[in-house]
């Protein structure tokens, strides 16, 4: 379950992002990047992809039982190569193991 309010939507949407998008990304078993200490709350970067294959990078924290999408915005080139390496690598991998 997400936490949205007109302030998060807002500052996804100066990034041409959707609410649906953030959270399919989040749900798309992305790669973590990265955390850190903000205002009192752990946030977690990770770079994950929509449904339709747009990859975002997504901020997020967690609220009690909910998550809270801080921002989320497309990837730096090099960002978005290293995503699709990493996919295409695992893919591989999952295909030799089967």
Known sequence: MFDWDDANIA???AHDVVPHEAEEAYDSNPIYLDYSMEDGE???REVG???AGRI???VSTMRGELVRIITAYPPERSLRVT????KEAEQHGKENHS
């Open 42 to 44: 752990l946030r977690h």
């Open 83 to 86: 995503y699709l390496a990493f």
């Open 11 to 13: 500052h996804i949407a």
């Open 56 to 58: 975002l990078v997504i």
């Open 49 to 51: 992809e929509t449904l």
